[in-house]
């Protein structure tokens, strides 16, 4: 890394302040004379760069190193629990709340079911209590909250941020980030839930070393997003990744967006949630009636527990889902060529033998040579994964990432 | 731009004359005074530079220019039929070659009819004849040949570039560059055709501005190249953009790769070739018969000629094809987000009426949102696109672009 030399410009000064903190989070521990010699700084701007962290409370002193030569350095890391950033993933049944602090480290997590029958500025006005709350409980400074990211299951445009469309929660040009402004003097950052999943896989997650990946995550809808030479794919206006309405089956249900056989019909909570309900309205599924009353068959928990218990009618819908799932993935094998794929959200309750009938069809659909390159598998972070992703956008900036 | 200062370093040395070469072909004309400000290098370091690059003949003064303040400055521009570059595309019924210098002027083409029967040494052979030819012909120094881009239609491994594997040529696990190397004293560069075609678009094309967008070639087969956020996008092993295989029709026909219903058994100038030879063989189309031998019905030409003739069963075997085309179309528009998709290769040949047809498809079936953002266009490079691009790689390396 070649730093500008430090002086009055304002930006450079910005610029090499903002390197020699990603340097240090990158290196965990580190002495001031490596942080030189890494930047190319000289040894006393490098200091000056050092105490001025120090004083903002970025950073702290962690002992002394080995010396080569001379005596033995002080070591400087991430100071944790000194500045604080909050990532709310909204989804259609509930909201999740992450405190995280400067160095990853989460602080608070908590999830919240809604009803988003509600309007926009009712439930902006619902996260808005909620983050005040967590401000004031965890008694956090308001200059050392950097910033609040908000995850949402729509179309974020990427140059005015503003959600375009969040079908599923009824939302159509909603500028959030204006509309949340007022919160508090931070920033709040807005962005799609498959590319927050794809910010935290690759931040502290299974794509911490992955160039190009692919993340999937399924829930009320099904979406994507993409990693491509390390950098995140946006496309030319945002929605990049967005596989929810690639054509799966001529033959399949009409979907919401006019067409035929969209993934989104065949492989999302929402439609395994109508097969089951539908299969057990009209009798046709008898010992899976016997099981489980129509009425508690709103989330696909039910229809894993069905799984779980036995029940084959149950099984053949996740089975379904897997088959259209493994078609979709092939295509995303075929055209992105990516070293992983990780899916996310409710698809990390599957179990392995399911998931397995979909690698297996993903593979052989797609061709060998990229199929040969990739790794398919459930994300780790679960169904946090937007919220965190949300919570690390802040950081990401802090540390003068390209977002 | 900020370079490095000159000094003793070859490498930062290299990399101040590729950057300054760079402007130059950028701002057509420019003065030394110019690029000192362009670069923050000063004007003495400027003026080495400058004298080196008109030195080895890459530029030539071009005149004087206006004056901003003391004397009118001299400007120089890049020295046309300086230096040179060969750019070859293999196809399976013919081989398109042309010779292009440092601005980008194409100084000679020509496309020869081959048979692919022929072993990959034999093919080879009669390459690296043609190309010796070329470069006696037209009096080509050997040292004024920059190299030799080579178009194939198949997978190209993205670190070792060894052609993975070429369906229609029968090629498998071929090291290109190695086997043509003997050529002579200057460099090989293997790549994909579409990949080819996407940095022809790029270079001298229709996406000179654009930074996301897509090529789809049709020829033998049929497969796609992205560019996203301005540059190639290769995927994690060189085989990004390959959609001859993803899946376009549950009960379409069987495909090489042991699949059904893969794009390329609907939309290729193969398949519509078999689709219409079928026809006339079975007698069920007596107006095509009629029209037209079945032994002179061995290209698409062939079925486009019958359709200007007002023949109707040539016309719908080009919009069943344009229809399956429209559904790959709305998934890539679904899954890149791209500005621009540029249709080539023999895909210009298609009349204006059967592109509006498949536009109309891929607009329907994509997301309204992304497919606002989209111009779906055809090439105006034709067929040379992929040619061209080869031909245009070793300019890249020269001007120090990414590949």
Excluded at 23 to 51: E, F, M, W
Excluded at 112 to 136: L, N, P, Y
Excluded at 162 to 175: C, H, M, Q
Excluded at 311 to 320: D, G, H, K, P
Aim: proline share 2%; charged share 25%; aromatic share 6%.
């Amino acid at each position: 890394m070649k730093l500008g030399k430090t002086g009055n410009n304002k930006f450079l000064k910005q610029f090499n302040e903002t390197s020699l903190l990603e340097l240090i989070r990158l290196n965990k521990q580190i002495s001031k004379a490596d942080l030189a010699q890494l930047t190319g700084l000289s040894p006393t701007a490098c200091g000056v760069i050092v105490s001025n962290l120090l004083e903002k409370g970025y950073i702290r002193e962690a002992g002394i190193g080995i010396s080569k030569g001379g005596r033995r350095p002080n070591l400087y890391e991430l100071n944790p629990k000194s500045y604080y950033s909050i990532g709310v993933d909204i989804d259609v049944d509930y909201i999740r709340f992450i405190l995280m602090d400067i160095t990853g480290n989460v602080e608070y997590r908590d999830m919240i079911s809604s009803r988003f029958d509600q309007s926009v500025s009712e439930s902006i006005a619902f996260i808005e209590k909620k983050v005040r709350q967590i401000i004031e409980r965890n008694a956090i400074r308001e200059d050392r909250l950097l910033g609040v990211g908000v995850s949402v299951p729509g179309m974020v445009d990427n140059v005015t941020h503003e959600v375009i469309f969040a079908p599923n929660l009824g939302w159509e040009r909603v500028d959030l980030e204006s509309m949340m402004s007022g919160m508090g003097n931070f920033p709040i950052y807005v962005d799609n839930e498959a590319i927050c999943s794809a910010i935290s896989e690759n931040w502290i997650g299974c794509c911490t070393e992955q160039r190009d990946f692919v993340c999937i995550n399924m829930k009320s809808g099904i979406g994507s997003s993409i990693f491509a030479d390390g950098n995140l794919y946006r496309g030319c206006s945002g929605s990049a990744g967005e596989i929810g309405h690639i054509m799966v089956d001529h033959n399949g249900p009409k979907c919401a967006c006019g067409n035929y056989g969209c993934l989104e019909t065949l492989v999302s909570s929402r439609s395994m949630v109508e097969k089951a309900q539908k299969l057990v309205r009209q009798g046709l599924i008898a010992d899976f009636s016997d099981e489980l009353d129509i009425n508690s068959i709103n989330s696909i928990d039910f229809i894993i527990d069905a799984v779980k218990a036995g029940n084959e009618s149950a099984r053949v819908i996740l089975v379904e889902a897997a088959g259209y799932l493994g078609l979709a993935v092939a295509n995303l094998i075929n055209t992105i060529n990516p070293s992983r794929i990780v899916l996310g959200k409710e698809l990390v309750k599957f179990s392995e033998d399911i998931l397995e009938h979909m690698r297996n069809i993903a593979l052989a659909k797609a061709l060998k040579y990229p199929a040969s390159r990739v790794e398919i598998l459930a994300s780790e972070l679960g169904e946090d994964s937007s919220a965190l992703g949300a919570a690390i956008v802040p950081l990401k900036k802090l540390f003068g990432h390209r977002l």
